[in-house]
C-alpha cells in the first residue's frame, strides 16, 4: 500500500484507506452496496455462531474449560443486567443483548488489526480498495439502529396494544385534565414523540460510528508517521521509536473504547426496549 501513498502523498494514502470496495445497485450516489462491510459482517457473525455453538456443546458441569468460562461470564453478566433493567419477563431480550455485544465487540476489534495488513493483501489480490472495520462504516450503524427502532415498535404495541400505544403518543409527555386540555396539547406531545423515536436511532448509529470512524482515522494517522519517511515532508525514520509508542498507548487505549462502545449499544437497545413496555 506503500506505493500508493508515495503517488499521492499523505492526503492520498489517507483517502485510498477511507475508501470502500463498493458495487452499484441502482442510479444515484447512494444506491451502492459496501462489499468489504457485508463480508466482514456476515464473516464476523459466522464466528460468533461457530465459537458460541463449539462453547454450549462442549459445555460440562464439571470444571469448564477456559472457552465455556469466558462464554458463561459474558452471559450471567447480560443476563443480570437485563433482569434489573428490562421489567417485563421475556426469553428473547438477554440473547438479543448478548448478540449485539458479541457482534459489536467483534466488528470492532477488527480496528485492532494493522492498518494496511488485509488492504495490502487484498491489493496484492487484484482488490483496490478493502475497509475492515463494518462499524466504521455508518450504513452498517445505522441498519443496526433501524433493527433496534423497529423492535422499540414491536414490544410496544406487544406489551400495550395498538389503542394504549398510539394514545400515548397523544398523551405524554404533557398530561392534561379534560378532553380540551388533551385535545390542545395533542399536537405537541405527538411532535415529541416523534423526535424522541427518530432521535434513539440516530444517537445509536452515529455514536457508534464516531467513535470507531475516529480510532480507525488515528490509526491511519500514525502509519503515516510510520511511513513518514516515504513521503511525509519533514519526517524521517529517526521518529519511529515515537511513532511506535504512539501506536501502542493509543492500541492499549483503544481495546477499552471498542469494548465500551460495544456495551454502550447493548446497554441502550435494553434500555430504549425497557423503556418501550413502561406505561407513561
Given at each position: 500500500m506503500a506505493a500508493e501513498g508515495e503517488a499521492g502523498g499523505m492526503t492520498g494514502y489517507i483517502k485510498h484507506h477511507l475508501q470502500h470496495l463498493t458495487a452499484p445497485v441502482?442510479?444515484?450516489?447512494?444506491?451502492?452496496?459496501?462489499?468489504?462491510?457485508?463480508?466482514?459482517?456476515?464473516?464476523?457473525?459466522?464466528?460468533?455462531?461457530?465459537?458460541f455453538l463449539r462453547a454450549s456443546r462442549r459445555a460440562t458441569s464439571g470444571v469448564p474449560g477456559k472457552l465455556q468460562c469466558a462464554v458463561e461470564m459474558m452471559i450471567e453478566g447480560i443476563d443480570g443486567i437485563v433482569k434489573e433493567t428490562f421489567p417485563a419477563k421475556t426469553r428473547f431480550i438477554a440473547p438479543l443483548a448478548?448478540?449485539?455485544?458479541?457482534?459489536?465487540?467483534?466488528?470492532?476489534?477488527?480496528?485492532?488489526?494493522?492498518v494496511d495488513l488485509l488492504p495490502a493483501a487484498a491489493h496484492a489480490a487484484g482488490v483496490p480498495y478493502l475497509r475492515v472495520v463494518p462499524t466504521a462504516d455508518l450504513s452498517?450503524?445505522?441498519?443496526?439502529a433501524i433493527c433496534v427502532f423497529i423492535l422499540i415498535q414491536y414490544y410496544a404495541i406487544k406489551h400495550k396494544g395498538v389503542v394504549k400505544f398510539v394514545g400515548e403518543m397523544f398523551t405524554?409527555?404533557?398530561?392534561a385534565h379534560g378532553a380540551?386540555?388533551?385535545?390542545?396539547?395533542?399536537?405537541?406531545?405527538?411532535?415529541?414523540?416523534?423526535?424522541?423515536?427518530l432521535v434513539r436511532p440516530l444517537s445509536l448509529s452515529l455514536r457508534l460510528f464516531g467513535n470507531m470512524y475516529a480510532g480507525e482515522l488515528i490509526f491511519i494517522l500514525i502509519a503515516c508517521m510510520t511511513l513518514g519517511g516515504s513521503f511525509a515532508s519533514?519526517?524521517?525514520?529517526?521518529?519511529?521509536?515515537?511513532?511506535?509508542i504512539a501506536g501502542f498507548?493509543?492500541?492499549?487505549?483503544?481495546?477499552?473504547?471498542?469494548?465500551?462502545?460495544?456495551?454502550?449499544?447493548?446497554?441502550?437497545?435494553?434500555?430504549?426496549?425497557?423503556m418501550a413496555v413502561q406505561e407513561h
Open positions: 441502482g442510479d444515484g450516489p447512494f444506491m451502492v452496496l459496501n462489499i468489504d462491510s457485508i463480508f466482514f459482517k456476515v464473516l464476523l457473525a459466522v464466528i460468533f455462531l461457530v465459537v448478548l448478540t449485539i455485544f458479541a457482534l459489536v465487540f467483534l466488528m470492532n476489534f477488527m480496528d485492532m488489526i494493522p452498517t450503524t445505522f441498519g443496526m405524554a409527555p404533557f398530561h380540551v386540555g388533551t385535545i390542545l396539547l395533542a399536537p405537541a406531545n405527538l411532535l415529541l414523540r416523534i423526535i424522541e423515536e519533514g519526517m524521517t525514520w529517526a521518529m519511529a521509536p515515537m511513532q511506535f498507548i493509543w492500541t492499549a487505549f483503544h481495546i477499552l473504547v471498542i469494548t465500551l462502545q460495544a456495551f454502550i449499544f447493548m446497554m441502550l437497545t435494553v434500555v430504549y426496549l425497557s
